[in-house]
């Protein structure tokens, strides 16, 4: 897929660590730069895992699999060296700096193209590169909060929430993925690189999906309404007498399979077509709940299933991480860590029909320790530059 590819992964945190690792499961070589100190993840937790004094953060162990680890201060003439041997060998160029930063350290996007034209260069900001706010800070919840996301969710108006996983950050990294691979295409027919843009802002508003035209079309403003579908009824989440489970009504021919389990006539009053019963929501969850209060999760999943119905049940993570549907999709995978030995972590989401289990490789890289990969990556550019000085045969 991506083997023949470098990409040069300058970016913490999590939003461009994703992108990276994400061009890394599809078989790019990834060069991780940080700072001497090392990426703010490696510091973010707990939990931590490993010996005392020599452990390893589990956030930073999430986003880095298939990446090779080389340290640089960039503000040093040493580490602007390095930088710009790098980007002379490499295909991409990831950075998620706040607008301006890579500039002032050296490395205009102008400069990047006159060292190496054929550089994607991939910048993925909080909130865009330019505009009244584009020099803002960008970290997920902000930007979850900033971009309407938490006004959708929760339980009522009252109470906006984050989403349970920084799903700006990785809805940013995704598009930044998504951009690389396009200009990456592009530049097998021009020969030259280009400049891809994303932000946490843009990436959440582009996934807004019916609710932003429910106000750019209706000029309704979406509230945060718990767990139950604004458009679709009875779709959500609901007790049973020891368990919650979920249901999705999503069309007529599944209401008329669904209201008898419940003692309803689906041609009948006021529930017969589903703009009545999203008018009377609150009603119709009483009714099934009512219903569904005199058996257990188990015993309705069943019966559920048995009409044909889609539902299904609450999971925690250690579920899972242990269901055999999980594991059949290849969404765990086992790495060989140098200082934890054996490792678990969860899986690339994507799999090719010759490689079902490991996105587009073989085998999948550890998460690196900090500067791991100091010596080899020096190696490998002298190799590079004594390659390309010597004469041609």
Known sequence: MLSDIVVLDLTRALAGPHAAMMLGDLGARVIKVESPGGDDTRGWGPPFVGEPGDEESTY???????????????????????????????????????????????????????????????????????????GRAGYDQIAQGEAGLMSLTG?????????????????????????????????????????????????????????????????EVPQGMGNHHPSISPYGLFRTADAPVQIAVGSEGLWARFAPLIGLDPAAAPYATNPDRV??????????????????????????????????????????????????????????????????????SLRLDDNAFAGGREHHLPPPRLGQHNASVAAWLDAAEAAEAAPPR
């Open 279 to 348: 008018r009377r929501r609150d009603d119709l969850t009483a009714v099934v709940e009512e219903r569904f209060a005199d058996e257990g999760a188990e015993t309705w999943l069943a019966r559920l299933a048995e009409a044909g119905v889609p539902a299904g049940k609450v999971r925690t993570l250690d579920d899972v991480y242990t269901w055999a549907q999980t594991l059949s999709q290849g969404l765990v995978i086992d790495v060989e860590h140098e200082s934890l030995g054996t490792v678990q972590l969860p899986g690339p």
């Open 155 to 219: 339980p009522s108006p009252e109470e906006p929430t984050k989403v349970g996983v920084p799903i700006g950050d990785l809805l940013a990294g995704m598009n930044a993925a998504y951009g690389v691979v396009a200009a990456l295409h592009e530049r097998h027919t021009t020969g030259r690189g280009r400049v891809v843009r994303t932000s946490l802002l843009a990436s959440i508003v582009g996934v807004h999906a019916f609710q932003g035209t429910r106000w750019t079309v209706a000029g």
């Open 60 to 134: 930073f162990l999430s986003c880095n699999r298939n990446k090779e680890s080389v340290t640089a201060d960039l503000k040093s003439s040493e580490g602007k060296e390095l930088l710009t041997r790098l980007v002379r060998q490499s295909d991409v160029l990831l950075e998620n700096f706040r607008p301006g930063v890579l500039a002032r350290l050296g490395f205009s996007e102008e400069h990047l193209h006159e060292l190496n034209p054929r550089l994607v260069v991939c910048s993925i900001t909080g909130f865009g590169h330019d505009g009244p706010e584009g």
